[in-house]
């Protein structure tokens, strides 16, 4: 069974940073893309950033040049770093591993940052 762990979720202040790992219990080569998604209360979940088993990524608009995604090989773990951080980036923050057969997720990490 895929298990995907997401740590380092917690508390900040407005303007600070936090690094997010996602553990994978498998290769993240078998990953066609792996990524961050987030929820806030009330809110839809949205895509945050993802990295392609190439090694390409995608931003959301709303973190782009702030956060940052890239991955470990032989940890098989993927990162974002989270740089200058707003109040509207609070959330809980899941990590989501997409095979050809289908998207798995983690348990979710939460992010809270105060202004």
């Known amino acids: 069974q895929v298990q995907l762990v997401e740590s380092g979720g917690g508390l900040a202040q407005a303007g600070g940073s936090l690094r997010l790992s996602c553990a994978a219990s498998?290769?993240?080569?078998?990953?066609?893309?792996m990524g961050w998604y987030r929820q806030a209360p009330g809110k839809q979940r949205e895509l945050v950033a993802t990295i392609t088993s190439g090694g390409i990524t995608n931003y959301a608009d709303s973190v782009k040049g702030r956060f940052t995604i890239s991955r470990a090989i032989g940890k098989n773990t993927v990162y974002v770093q989270m740089n200058s951080l707003k109040p509207e980036d609070t959330g809980v923050y899941s990590c989501?591993?997409?095979?050809?057969?289908?998207?798995?997720w983690g348990q979710g990490t939460q992010v809270t940052v105060s202004s």
């Open positions: 989501m591993g997409r095979s050809p057969s289908q998207d798995y």
């Open positions: 498998r290769s993240i080569f078998s990953f066609n893309v």
